[in-house]
């Protein structure tokens, strides 16, 4: 037995379904969009690479450093996306009216039943296309949770913060 040899490393070829590991991109909404995509990188000069790279040589595994870029690129801005987007509904639900950060929550309930009635469709769904589905209706539904809690959590500090109305609770002790 040769000890000499060092072991030999298999590589892993990358191909376009590899950007599909982790939850897919947040879906922003369109009233908060503007300061929570504020100097975020989104990673369109990356992608144009890649495209161009895949256009001229036409296989995946003459990009992989495309690819790899992207996937990098792409993991950081999401994770960057997602606690902008927390933060966005945490500080509405506490600095918002309470009946329009209320509504909110309740439409953001109902976007969460729709989604998750959507998830049990997608299951007879067999193939790539039904996985591709369940992914995306996957991560659009814990994305949707996570901003509901996070405007609830505005809206429980709101009621933390707010003063109390003294004039209308009697004091029954002399201190």
């Not at 040769?2 to 991109?25: A, F, Q, R, Y």
């Not at 309470?98 to 989604?115: G, H, N, V, Y």
């Amino acid at each position: 037995m040769d000890v000499d040899k060092e072991p030999v490393m298999e590589e892993t070829i990358l191909v376009g379904d590899d950007l599909m590991m982790g939850p897919p991109s947040p879906i922003i909404p369109p009233e908060i969009a503007s300061h929570v995509l504020e100097g975020v990188e989104l990673c369109d000069g990356i992608l144009r690479n890649l495209f161009l790279c895949l256009q001229i040589n036409d296989i995946e595994p003459f990009c992989q450093d495309e690819i790899s870029l992207y996937r990098q690129c792409a993991e950081k801005r999401d994770n960057e996306l997602r606690k902008r987007l927390q933060q966005s509904e945490r500080t509405l639900g506490s600095s918002m009216p309470l009946d329009e950060a209320k509504a909110r929550a309740a439409q953001l309930q109902s976007d969460i039943t729709t989604l998750e009635r959507r998830m049990i469709l997608a299951s007879g769904i067999e193939g790539m296309e039904g996985f591709r589905q369940r992914w995306s209706l996957h991560g659009n539904l814990e994305d949707t949770r996570k901003r509901l809690e996070a405007l609830n959590q505005g809206m429980a500090n709101r009621r933390k913060e707010e003063p109390q109305d003294s004039g209308s609770k009697k004091r029954w002790y002399f201190w």
